[in-house]
Nanobody, 128 residues
Framework: QVQLVESGGGLVQAGGSLRLSCATSARTFNSYAMGWFRQAPGKEREFVAAVSSGGTIYYQGSAKGRFTISRDNAKNTVYLGMNSLTPEDTAVYYC??????????????????????WGQGTQVTVSS
């Protein structure tokens, strides 16, 4: 079981920026696809961004151009940089990991069912 610990959430004004981090206990971190999902109050959890074990990146539509996902295999950590935040970005943000062998199609990266390990989440609140 891989442990995931998110950090970096908080309260920010609209137009501001945050950088989320997700540290993992995975000994073979470079064998994992990593994703970020979020869940706003009263809504279902949704995909935000993902990066494959080989570095291919996927974004949800509203994240493109504003969010940047990256991974540091030496530190077993994945990041989500978020710029131009709006109140609609307010949510609990979750880090997720899944063995790359289970990601056979591009659409798998968008599907939370492909990820077998999840963090506890970090709250991001954007005030208007």
């Amino acid at each position: 079981q891989v442990q995931l610990v998110e950090s970096g959430g908080g309260l920010v004004q609209a137009g501001g920026s945050l950088r989320l981090s997700c540290a993992t206990s995975a000994r073979t971190f470079n064998s994992y696809a990593m994703g970020w999902f979020r869940q706003a109050p009263g809504k279902e959890r949704e995909f935000v961004a993902a990066v494959s074990s080989g570095g291919t990146i996927y974004y949800q539509g509203s994240a493109k151009g504003r969010f940047t996902i990256s991974r540091d295999n030496a530190k077993n950590t994945v990041y989500l940089g978020m710029n131009s935040l709006t109140p609609e970005d307010t949510a609990v943000y979750y880090c997720a990991a899944g063995l790359s062998a289970y990601f056979r199609r591009s659409m798998d990266y968008y599907d939370e069912r492909a990820y077998s390990n999840w963090g506890q989440g970090t709250q991001v609140t954007v005030s208007s």
